[in-house]
């Protein structure tokens, strides 16, 4: 590594010649790709099922592109962990008259004695970890959300039908109302209030109307797309199915993706204080090089070594700190494990409820209070019966439908919960 005096490469050269290089791949690495521009697309035309709605937000969504490159980043950090360091070049010149300077060029090599490196890359192997576990949540969460405003879609479609159904049957009791005024088998009065009660249900239709463009503003935003109206969803709103799952809690909260997470968290805490624990020995640098004295005419060999001495920075405080964050984790790990339980278990009896009170009320409420509006319609119109009577009928039978789809939704709901917390249903 001498330098001979008849080299066309002077020292200064040299040097010109690699900060030229560096600036150069420092100016080609900032030189990346620009950042793509998403624009939203619409809706495709045509029914929506949920099936077609989850492919659409699995592409669309932003919050789960955001986990997905969050994953590529933490990648590309495991990647990073494990290059070694990059030797040191120095040159030097002592004097400046010809004839009596000095030159000298040396290598500077750190070295990793203490497995600082390796401890570096299992820590970013669990940065990997944690980001594919906020994956799969943000999935989960994703798909819940998704399944929340799909049914609230189809409840909110159900809601405009029976309030429309509704305005038709009020339509027919004004109608029946007035021939009997018209008759003269009731006051005026009666025929009075059957238009107050057909203006209530108009405003009701008008509301319901509302509610589901509202529903499915929601929807086109978990969608990742520009508000629409103009699509409807395939399938009529029915009660969930029940989950199928093992009975303990306990057990589907350990591989719960919140679990999970949590312990990827301790995985991360425990590499980290690995790595602290390589960070308490100093790490040695190795020179090697060569000097050219013009006056002597000769070259000399440079051999040497530099160790950090720990006088003042041992790394005890940043030690301490990652076996409390280890603790921390720990206690996280148990908490996480008790909450998912205990929502699962809530989110299970939710479901239960619901199916079974749908269930009475399709099977024995519905039927008799549509007798029930029946029959009073039927006596109003032979004069046994009140028209207040044919109101209180109409009344009951539509609280006892909203009622149904309300129980109806509410078993949507809680298999969205069932399925957020246990991990479900994410590849259907």
């Given amino acids: 590594m001498a330098w001979k005096q008849s080299s066309s490469w002077s020292p200064t050269l040299l040097v010109l010649a690699i900060l030229s290089s560096g600036f150069g791949s420092v100016a080609s690495a900032g030189e990346g790709p620009s950042p793509s521009v998403h624009t939203m697309a619409g809706i495709p035309s045509g029914s929506l099922t949920l099936e077609r709605a989850w492919a659409l937000a699995r592409r669309a969504n932003p919050l789960l592109k955001a986990a997905t490159l969050e994953v590529e980043a933490t990648q590309g950090a495991l990647e990073q962990s494990g290059v070694r360091d990059n030797p040191e070049l120095s040159l030097s010149q002592e004097d400046t008259r010809k004839g009596y300077r000095t030159w000298t060029a040396q290598l500077d090599q750190p070295l990793d004695l203490s497995g600082r490196r390796q401890a570096s890359m299992k820590q970013a192997g669990t940065g990997v970890a944690i980001a594919e576990a906020d994956l799969i949540l943000t999935q989960s969460a ?46 005026p009065l009666e025929q009075t209030r059957a238009e107050v009660e057909q203006t209530a249900v108009t405003l ?55 679990y999970v997470r949590a312990r990827r968290a301790l ?27 013009e006056e002597a005419g000769r070259n000399r060999l440079i051999v040497g070594v530099k160790v950090p001495l720990p006088l003042f920075d041992r790394n005890r405080g940043a030690t301490r700190e990652a076996y409390s964050r280890i603790e921390q984790a720990e206690a996280q790990l148990l908490a996480t494990r008790s909450a998912v339980a205990a929502d699962i278990y809530t989110a299970r009896e939710r479901l239960r409820t619901a199916r079974e009170q749908a269930a009475h009320l399709q099977q024995q409420a519905l039927p008799a209070a549509s007798q029930a509006y029946d029959l009073a319609t039927r006596g109003y119109a032979l004069g046994k019966f009140s028209f207040l009577d044919v109101v209180d009928a109409q009344r009951s039978l539509i609280a006892i439908r909203q009622k149904y789809l309300d129980l109806v939704l509410e078993t949507h709901l809680a298999s969205a919960d069932i399925d957020r917390l246990t991990g479900g249903r994410l590849d259907s």
């Avoid at 159900?158 to 005024?181: C, H, I, M, P, S």
């Avoid at 590499?271 to 090089?289: D, I, K, N, Y």
């Fill in 267 to 293: 995985e991360a805490a425990r590499a980290g204080g690995a790595l602290e624990e390589s960070r308490a020995w100093q790490q040695p640098t190795v020179s090697l090089g060569f000097a050219r004295e």
């Fill in 204 to 258: 009701e239709v008008s509301t319901a109307e509302s509610a589901l463009r509202v529903a499915k503003t929601q929807l086109t935003a978990v969608l990742g797309m520009p508000r629409s109206d103009a699509f409807q969803l395939a399938g009529t709103l029915e009660p969930a199915e029940d989950d199928g799952l093992p009975d303990d809690p306990s057990l589907l909260a350990l591989e719960s993706p919140a």
């Fill in 142 to 187: 994703l798909r819940a959300e998704l399944v929340r405003a799909y049914y609230s879609v189809l409840a909110a479609q159900e809601r405009v039908e029976l309030a429309q159904r509704t305005r038709q049957l009020t339509g027919a009791a004004r109608d029946a109302a007035a021939k009997r005024v018209a008759a003269g088998k009731v006051a």
